[in-house]
């Protein structure tokens, strides 16, 4: 099982290492990132093998939503099975 994350902000330092620390800490697997910045607009998708994590599918996303909170960006974690439908013709 997979999930993709977004994180959408204003660009700072250590944006991806603290995503990525946190996704450590729920033992989510990094398997992939793309990111770009438009003069200070970051944005970051991420895709994630959840298949082992430490806790609920929706404790996962409760952590990184708290985390975008705590850095003033917009973090979404979506499970693949609801991205795939609904990005699906």
Request: proline share 0%; charged share 20%.
């Amino acid at each position: 099982m997979k999930a993709v994350i977004t994180v959408i902000g204003h660009d700072t330092v250590g944006i991806l290492a603290k995503v990525s620390t946190r996704c450590a800490e729920y033992n989510a697997n990094i398997i992939e990132v793309t990111q770009s910045v438009m003069e200070d607009l970051f944005a970051m998708v991420m895709l994630v093998d959840i298949t082992k994590i430490s806790c609920e599918f929706t404790d996962l996303q409760s952590a990184l939503m708290d985390l975008g909170e705590q850095i003033g960006m917009k973090i979404h974690v979506m499970h693949e099975d609801i991205f795939n439908s609904m990005h699906h013709i």
